[in-house]
């Protein structure tokens, strides 16, 4: 934490700098990340809110560092979808982490949840799934990790809660094909290779029926303990 | 006794100094070499992602195949570390490995050829000079009949003329240095030329732009005025856009963002000015007007009314409702050559795709532009285009919805 603000603010410095030195002296854009990151709108939402396309995720109040390993992932091409590969293909760290900062600070509404259009039957095994595992299928639960209230920790672990279905199914198969993948130990990629396509679809279903929480911010790191160690996630 | 002692003291002070000073010119070449690595650019190449410096592995793709990049660390099973100096400057200035054997030209020969020895020593000092790290060369993968080396025999007689740069002497100095490093490490010309259907360029045509092969970005012309010469920019213009990415009269994006990221950002200020310098040097006058467009006038008239109506409702809060922008972070779209050269391909791709200049240490947190592949239909993309190149006095010709259609499955990346 102290070397991220001890980043930012030597980014901030670097970029006062520059402003002197090179910015026209008139008539320029806004000097803000959220005219910086108008780059990321058209997919991601104005604030990170969500677009219609359902494969499109939600980044509005993510965790921070999140975000950041997602942005490194994509930058490295590790986590590949050509369209972000390329856009961030040649941008410095501290300015991702600045990016990451301003999504995870944002904070608008949670979308109403979607009706479901599976059946009941594959709703409750979502929820099954979701809130105790399957301990006989080497299962974690979802909220072991990801929280009771499935806001997600700091600074590592996402909230499962505004995604719909279509998104959290894609991912939960590219993790299963090893398409997705994360740092050792790649704990996603470990849980995903027990599920069956039945499970994905039943845990992202279920999951995108969830209303928003009271308070949807991500707990404090250390809140609870991890069942088992994560890369994403320092101890 | 005491005599011998302060004899033999004054040889050990001696022969400390000597050797202090061995050393510091032993780090003045390596802090050199790795200076002139950046010019060279042979990290993009060399290095692949989340790779080890310069441990290659990389993929290049080419319309013969895909190469992979050699391991240039200093490990003396995969890498150059068995190599002489004499090795590494023939590697660079003929193109042959030591042992003889024939290079591809994929590896830009072609240019280094014109490094001088010492810069080629300074550089071979550097890579000396790096952990070495041990990973073997993958196999090219390169489709019959180009997997045989002896085709590049061929290759070499026609478009391979070796030897060291000779400067002009009606020229200064500083437009030597900066024909040097354009012509030579910087090997702006594997992009700014036209490559035919060998993969060679002749003579004349250096630095006349063409298509980037496997790529499908235009690198335009370096020569005319109605591309990216840069006759009619003024040096501060020039030296910003290579050293930080923007300018106030256009800003790097593709092929062009990578270059100005890894390599021209890290050139000091005398040698990006002497680039400049060159650069403007080489720029002809205007050649004639883009040739005019292929879509019948009324369909032209309609595309481009749809187009400024796109455009004002997408584009006009950060270009300007007159295409004058907020330079240089929102460049300006009237009297941009990028915008209005014959080619329409780097226009198109940047409506669709959007994208970030590269983040430098002049400018380290860039505006992005947004893609709009996702919101714009073909033809609107078609439109916006086609009103961009021809509105405020630009010259460029309307483009079809088909040219937009096609770029929708340009590789990016």
Same mark, same amino acid.
């Given at each position: 934490m102290l070397a991220r603000a001890a980043a930012s603010a030597a980014l901030i410095v670097t970029l006062a700098a520059f402003d002197g030195a090179v910015?026209?002296?008139?008539?320029?854009?806004?000097?803000?990340m959220a005219a910086r990151v108008?780059?990321?709108?058209?997919?991601?939402?104005?604030?990170?809110?969500?677009?219609?396309?359902?494969?499109f995720p939600r980044l509005a109040g993510k965790p921070a560092g999140y975000l950041y390993n997602q942005l490194l992932a994509f930058r490295s091409g590790r986590r590949k979808y050509p369209p972000m590969n390329y856009l961030l293909e040649f941008l410095p760290d501290p300015y991702l982490e600045a990016m990451a900062d301003y999504f995870a600070s944002e904070h608008p509404p949670l979308p109403q949840p979607a009706p479901s259009g599976v059946s009941k039957d594959v709703l409750a095994q979502g929820e099954l799934l979701a809130t105790s595992g399957d301990a006989g299928r080497n299962i974690p639960a979802?909220?072991?990790?990801?929280?009771p209230g499935l806001t997600?920790?700091?600074?590592g672990i996402p909230g499962l809660?505004?995604?719909?279905a279509a998104y959290v199914s894609a991912q939960l198969g590219a993790w299963r094909y090893g398409t997705r993948t994360a740092k050792s130990p790649d704990c996603m990629q470990l849980v995903a290779g027990h599920l069956t396509e039945a499970d994905v679809t039943a845990v992202a279903a279920w999951l995108a029926t969830r209303p928003a929480p009271a308070d949807p911010a991500p707990v404090p790191k250390g809140t609870y303990a991890l069942p088992f160690g994560c890369g994403s996630q320092p101890n | 006794m005491g005599s011998k002692l302060s004899i033999a003291l004054l040889a050990l002070a001696a022969f400390t100094t000597t050797a202090a000073q061995a050393q510091d010119k032993t780090s003045d070449v390596i802090a050199r070499g790795e200076y002139l690595a950046r010019a060279g650019d042979?990290?993009?190449?060399h290095t692949a992602s989340e790779?080890?410096?310069?441990a290659g592995g990389r993929p290049m793709p080419t319309p013969f195949g895909t190469i992979y990049t050699s391991n240039i660390t200093p490990d003396p099973e995969t890498g150059?570390?068995?190599?002489?100096a004499d090795d590494f400057y023939r590697t660079m200035h003929? @193109?042959?490995?030591?042992? @003889?054997g024939l290079i591809y030209p994929a590896m830009p020969f072609a240019s280094y050829t014109k490094v001088t020895r010492a810069d080629s020593d300074a550089i071979f000092a550097y890579l000396r000079s790096i952990q070495p790290v041990n990973q073997k060369n993958k196999p090219h993968e390169l489709r019959f009949p180009y997997d045989?080396?002896?085709l590049i025999l061929g290759w070499r007689t026609l478009y391979f003329s070796e030897g060291e740069f000779k400067p002009d002497?009606?020229?200064s100095a500083e437009w030597n240095r900066g024909a040097y490093l354009v012509e030579g490490l910087?090997?702006? =010309?594997?992009?700014h030329s036209p490559i035919n259907a060998l993969g060679g360029t002749s003579q004349s045509d250096a630095f006349k732009g063409g298509l980037i092969p496997m790529q499908n970005w235009y690198a335009p012309s370096l020569t005319s005025n109605r591309e990216a =010469?840069?006759?009619?920019?003024?040096i501060k213009d020039i030296t910003d856009l290579l050293q930080t990415g923007v300018s106030a009269r256009g800003v790097v994006y593709g092929p062009m963002a990578e270059v100005v990221h890894?390599?021209?950002?890290?050139?000091d200020d005398a040698d990006t000015k002497a680039m400049a310098v060159y650069l403007k040097g080489i720029a002809e006058g205007s050649s004639p007007p883009a040739a005019s467009t292929v879509l019948p006038t009324t369909e032209s008239s309609l595309l481009i009314s749809l187009g400024k109506t796109v455009y004002d409702k997408n584009?006009?809060?950060?270009?300007?409702?007159? @295409?004058?922008?907020?330079?240089?972070?929102?460049?300006?779209?009237?009297?941009n050559q990028s915008i209005e050269m014959q080619s329409a391909v780097n226009p198109i791709r940047m409506v669709l795709n959007g994208g970030y200049p590269p983040g430098t240490k002049g400018n380290p947190m860039p505006y992005g532009m947004p893609p709009f592949a996702g919101l714009l239909s073909d033809n609107e993309v078609a439109a916006v285009v086609s009103y961009i190149r021809t509105a405020w006095g630009n010259r460029g010709s309307p483009v079809s919805a088909r040219e937009a259609n096609e770029l929708r499955s340009a590789p990016l990346n």
């Open positions: 910015a026209q002296t008139t008539n320029q854009p806004p000097d803000t108008e780059a990321c709108t058209p997919c991601h939402g104005n604030k990170g809110e969500g677009t219609s396309d359902v494969y979802c909220v072991s990790c990801h929280g997600g920790m700091q600074p809660l505004g995604l719909r | 042979c990290t993009a190449c790779g080890r410096l310069f150059i570390g068995k190599w002489s003929n @193109g042959r490995f030591p042992n @003889g045989n080396r002896q002497p009606t020229k910087g090997h702006c =010309g594997m992009c =010469g840069l006759g009619d920019w003024s890894n390599s021209l950002q890290y050139l584009c006009a809060s950060c270009h300007g409702p007159q @295409g004058e922008g907020k330079p240089p972070h929102w460049p300006p779209l009237a009297n």
